[in-house]
């Protein structure tokens, strides 16, 4: 058994939640950020329908409700987290619903995992509230990290645990969502170009 594998036991054991962050050694897209987020959270969600596209967002307030509605071991995915939980957000109301969801709601028993490109583009306050971050070194590897404070500056600390490897998406059902994930990444680019017009 794994590290993270044992460490996702002994939460479920003690019936708490455990959050993820994702992200890119070299700040780049397209290395399987997204495809090891929903292989992580199928691995993950203890419910009787499994992960679903309901559990899988871009926007940080459809997390948030999520969070407090879906059933006891869902997993839940922020995908592109710097978009909505940038550091120079970080004042924000939704940043902080966010925040108070991952540092407070300890006992609901949900598995949230966030992606971003970089991990310096999330705000740092909130970056050291993760339970376990994964950077990803290339397509298919990274590095699992246990995510802990040091007691005496207060700074994060992050413990290396072992590597990481995973293949692209095999489940019919995975790529169905990946698929509505990469429609709902098109449309919210299409806006925001829409908006920079309107701006202009």
Same mark, same amino acid.
């Given at each position: 058994m794994s590290w993270f594998e044992a460490f996702y036991q002994k939460r479920v054991n003690q019936n708490r939640d455990l959050t993820v962050l994702i992200s890119d050694a070299s700040n780049e897209r397209g290395t399987g950020k997204t495809t090891l987020a929903l292989k992580l959270?199928?691995?993950?969600? *203890?419910?009787?329908?499994?992960?679903?596209? &309901?559990? =899988?967002?871009?926007?940080?307030?459809?997390? #948030?409700? +999520?969070?407090? $509605?879906?059933?006891?071991?869902?997993?839940?995915?922020?995908?592109?987290?710097?978009?909505?939980?940038?550091?120079?957000?970080?004042? *924000?109301?939704?940043?902080?619903?966010?925040? &108070?969801? =991952?540092?407070?709601?300890?006992?609901?028993? #949900?598995? +949230?995992?966030? $992606?971003?490109?970089?991990?310096?583009?999330?705000?740092?306050?909130?970056?050291?509230?993760?339970?376990?971050?994964?950077?990803?070194? *290339?397509?298919?590897?990274?590095?699992?990290?246990?995510?802990?404070?040091n007691p005496y500056r207060g700074h994060p600390l992050f413990k290396k645990k072992e590597p990481i490897t995973w293949s692209d998406l095999e489940s019919e059902r995975l790529k169905e969502i990946y698929d509505k994930l990469a429609e709902d990444k098109e449309e919210r680019l299409s806006n925001n170009d829409r908006g920079d017009e309107g701006d202009e």
């Open positions: 959270a199928d691995y993950m969600d *203890r419910t009787d329908e499994g992960i679903t596209t &309901d559990k =899988v967002t871009l926007e940080a307030d459809s997390l #948030r409700d +999520a969070y407090s $509605t879906l059933p006891v071991g869902s997993s839940l995915l922020l995908d592109e987290a710097e978009a909505q939980l940038s550091k120079y957000r970080a004042a *924000r109301g939704i940043n902080k619903e966010v925040r &108070d969801i =991952v540092s407070q709601a300890r006992v609901l028993e #949900r598995y +949230a995992i966030f $992606t971003a490109p970089a991990s310096g583009a999330i705000d740092n306050d909130l970056k050291s509230l993760f339970d376990v971050w994964i950077l990803v070194q *290339r397509r298919g590897k990274g590095v699992v990290h246990y995510c802990d404070v």
